[in-house]
């Protein structure tokens, strides 16, 4: 079976927070992602969402950049092009370095694609097994301690199964003791998001201070490529070290496993460029014995239903990150609506592909921009 894309068209699309989102480098109110959605020869539409940050801070990519990859870069590529496979459609945008949140967000649409003209969900595709996933939260800086509180206890009385706290340099001991203090069973981890350095004793001191407070894991202390540097943390402290920045690839994942960087890797869709390396990724850490959880970029419903596919294969053992996406947003622009009762999300099965109805009216009244790519 061949497919086809005839037509890709791109929505900038913004959605309001809820609630306001702070990690170590930046602040955010609102979100705006790219919406992908691609039209093969048959007439079938498949959807796909590029979750950049707006700004290049997370990583190099921002919003922008993601916007002038898909349009002058990987759209031109797989125009008109057949392929019989989501990786065969990948391989015609080998010869494009780096971008993987831009990559993401067209190889979301091509699985959609396929799942339709297979009949099947992404889950199914991908060889999920899991029904439901385990769903914690990620809570940002808040301005108190008193505020990061009333943050825990809102998504514990909502069922959530872990809280991971959002935590820099000058925020760190502080609340987790905080949150330890007055929630003395939860599953508890941080995410530094590379906030900390390797050769500062005072930095050294303060993740080392962490270790007795019964953290999951702490996440990406360190820049992302500092590997030797997480694997010199990983052996002083007795709390799992986990990577979410650094882990770009296979191939460096290979390079983090053997270092013994990484206790825990996280795992997204995004950051990695798509469904082949994520499920490639899983696929290593299992066979090594790695536990994975699936990592989120605060996605609207479809790059939401992606994580949710790909969370469902087996070696996805830690509590996520996809939560509901009522925590972000009042309303999502799929429907059914993904939402966790008791700390559990469904995947999306509710029709092939990515399993979720995208409300095309919603998309209409909430893009910024939009430009619609052809074949030449
Ligand atoms: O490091 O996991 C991260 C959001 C934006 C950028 C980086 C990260 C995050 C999150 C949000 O933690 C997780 C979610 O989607 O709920
Ligand atoms: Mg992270």
Known sequence: MTITITEIELS????????????????????????????????TVGWGECASPSDPYYCSESTESCWYVLSEHLAPMVLGRPWEHPDDAAALTDRLSGNHFA??????????????????????LVGGTAER??????????????????????HVGDGYRRIKLKCRPGWDL????????????????????????????????????????????I???????????????????????CLDESITSPAVLATALHLGAADIVNIKVSRLGGIGPSVAVHDVCRAAGVPVWCGGMHEFG????????????????????VSGSDKYYRQ??????????????PVPDARPGLGVHVDESLIRTNRLRHAVLKEG
């Open 133 to 154: 996933i385990s769903a914690g939260v990620s809570l940002g800086i808040e301005p108190t301690v008193d505020a990061l509180l009333d943050q825990v206890a809102r």
């Open 219 to 241: 996440e990406q202390p360190f820049a992302e490529d500092d590997l030797l540097g997480h694997a010199g943390l990983a052996a002083r402290l007795d709390t799992p070290i």
């Open 332 to 345: 999502d622009i799929v429907t059914p609506p993904i939402r966790a009762t008791e700390g559990l999300v």
């Open 103 to 124: 990559r993401a967000g067209l190889d979301m649409a091509c699985w959609d694609l396929y799942g339709q003209a297979r009949g099947e969900t992404l889950a199914t």
């Open 174 to 217: 502080e609340p987790v003791r905080a949150v330890r203090a007055a929630f003395p069973g939860i599953a508890l981890q941080v995410d530094a998001n590379t906030g900390y350095r390797a050769d500062s004793a005072e930095h050294l001191a303060a993740l080392t201070a962490l270790d007795d407070q019964g953290l999951l894991m």
């Open 12 to 43: 900038l699309v913004r959605l309001d927070l809820i609630h306001e989102f702070e990690t170590s480098s930046h602040r955010k109110s609102h979100l705006d992602h790219i919406v992908v959605r691609a039209t093969a020869s048959d007439g």
């Open 302 to 321: 479809i790059g939401r239903a992606a994580n949710l596919a790909v969370a469902s294969l087996p070696g996805f053992t830690l509590p996520s990150d």
